[in-house]
């Protein structure tokens, strides 16, 4: 028993997770570039009371340098297309009231300011509800967009990202509550002395700021995270309000969130502060033997040579078709693109003793992230256990194709866990940081001032 209460996000990745997913029967490949779609899946989440809806990025289509090498498998590659998330999350605020709108934007290959008055026009537009996933890009194809040849170093990319945060959310400080006295009597229309300037000079940045924009009703967007390597975990357990990750087994989820927890307190922060919430992939049945059925039927859908593309971004550029499908996984050279990504699969392989052709399957069924194959029931009590065990503050729900499955999830196992008493019945407040809990971060300035005062 735990009286802690499970965090859900529904994770959308259009138009399926699965890479074969979009072959199915009741999938809607359509929904990649439809916002009708986007809304639908949202509203469903929002109706089952959800924390929030995430929709990840990349700036460029994954594998467009074999692409244009004209690789024939890759025509037949999904999770190629989708909307650009902040306009999407912005148009979803409008229809939608209490979810939180939670989206990915790299700090590789964007300007803070940019960024921080984008997320802050949505925390306004959602009053309240937005959240910005700080990641440092994956796949190597964006960097060819952006006048690289290739990403710069994993940790340059690490040092930008800290850089980045503090400018973002210094940026987000600029205006102090009654900073905008707006007074028509005496033609007053700000406080001088509640505006500040960021004058930030750093190795990345030179922003003078201010931002042209106040802080929203949450103080600032919840701060999100998904690196899992080392430096990615320091900068989320310094930072970051929740914590996406990739978790398939529960001891690896229990030291993960161990981990987390514990260089959050080494950071003075309360351990409450920060929300862990590994990937889930439901895949449900009406027995065990139904819901074995239904995946062995996805599986079949996906021909091999597709599987083996999943694991393109992780092989550290190692072209993997010349390798024997029967065979084992061959060394990898080092990834500077998702290192704990690479460490994840390369563990799943040699642990289960699995061919290359087995865990190109494996990964490209659930991207890295737990799939959990077995009756409504069953996930309750699997997700119940990681709550209680401590291996996770919640889940990131993502599914092998839209809507179905999705909606199955919504009216069949969340019922269960609000009867279980370990998901909320109704939303506790308005905005995103009151749903889940955290705390609204002070100014910065005003925290000063007072501090001077006393
Ligand atoms: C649930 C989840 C979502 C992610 N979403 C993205 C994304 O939208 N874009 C991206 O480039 N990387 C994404 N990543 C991967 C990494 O977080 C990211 O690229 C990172 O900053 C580098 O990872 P590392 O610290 O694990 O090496 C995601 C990872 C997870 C677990």
Redesign the pocket.
């Known amino acids: 028993m735990t009286n802690r209460m499970l965090r859900l996000g529904g994770?959308f990745s259009v138009p399926g997770n699965h890479l074969a997913g979009w072959r199915h029967p009741d999938a809607i490949p359509t929904y990649d570039m439809d916002f009708q779609g986007y809304a639908h899946i949202t509203q469903v989440a929002e109706a089952a009371k959800f924390d929030c809806i995430?929709?990840?990025?990349?700036v460029g289509v994954s594998g467009s340098r074999q692409l244009a090498r004209g690789e024939r498998a890759r025509s037949k590659l999904s999770r190629t297309v989708k909307l650009e998330p902040t306009a999407t999350l912005a148009a979803l605020a409008m229809v939608t009231e209490r979810i939180g709108l939670v989206a990915?934007a790299?700090t590789t290959y964007n300007e803070p300011y940019n960024i921080a008055r984008r997320f802050m026009s949505i925390d306004h537009m959602s009053e309240g509800r937005a959240g910005w996933?700080?990641?440092?890009?994956?796949?190597e194809d964006?960097s060819e967009n952006f006048g690289f040849d290739q990403h710069m170093a994993?940790a340059e990319?690490?040092e930008r990202?800290e850089e980045f945060y503090e400018v973002v959310t210094g940026l987000w400080d600029s205006w102090e509550d009654g900073g905008l006295v707006r007074d028509k009597e005496s033609g007053v229309y700000m406080d001088r002395d509640k505006v500040h300037f960021l004058d930030h000079v750093g190795k990345h940045f030179k922003v003078k700021g201010p931002l042209n924009i106040t802080r929203s009703p949450q103080g600032w967007p919840v701060i999100a995270?998904?690196?899992?390597?080392e430096?990615?975990?320091d900068l989320a357990a310094r930072t970051a309000d929740v914590v996406?990750?990739?978790q398939t087994k529960i001891d690896e989820a229990k030291a993960f969130y161990a981990d987390i927890k514990q260089r959050a307190a080494n950071y003075g922060r309360s351990p409450d502060d920060i929300k862990i919430m590994p990937?889930l992939t439901p895949v449900l049945g009406k027995t065990m033997d139904d819901a074995r059925a239904n995946y062995e039927y996805l599986q079949s859908l996906m021909p091999d040579d597709v599987a083996l593309l999943s694991l393109t971004h992780i092989s550290g550029g190692l072209d993997l078709t010349k390798f024997p499908l029967d065979g084992p996984l061959p060394d990898l050279p080092p990834s500077n693109?998702?290192?704990?990504?690479q460490a994840l699969v390369v563990k799943t392989a040699r642990d289960n003793n699995m061919t290359l052709r087995q865990i190109a399957r494996h990964t490209a069924a659930g991207t890295?992230?737990r799939v959990i194959v077995g009756t409504a029931e069953y996930m309750a009590d699997e997700m119940e256990k990681w709550l209680t065990e401590e291996a996770a503050d919640g889940f990131?729900v993502?599914c092998n194709h839209y809507p179905k499955p999705f909606e199955d999830f919504c009216t069949e196992v969340v019922p269960l866990l609000q009867q279980r008493g370990v998901f909320r019945k109704e939303y506790e407040g308005k905005t995103l940081r009151e749903n889940l809990g955290l705390k609204i971060p002070e100014n910065r300035y005003t925290k000063a001032r007072l501090k001077e005062a006393s």
């Open positions: 994770f995430f929709f990840q990025d990349t990915t790299t996933n700080l990641v440092t890009s994956q796949i964006e994993h990319r690490y990202a995270q998904a690196g899992s390597s430096a990615g975990r996406f990750t990739a990937g693109a998702a290192k704990a990504r890295g992230h990131n993502v």
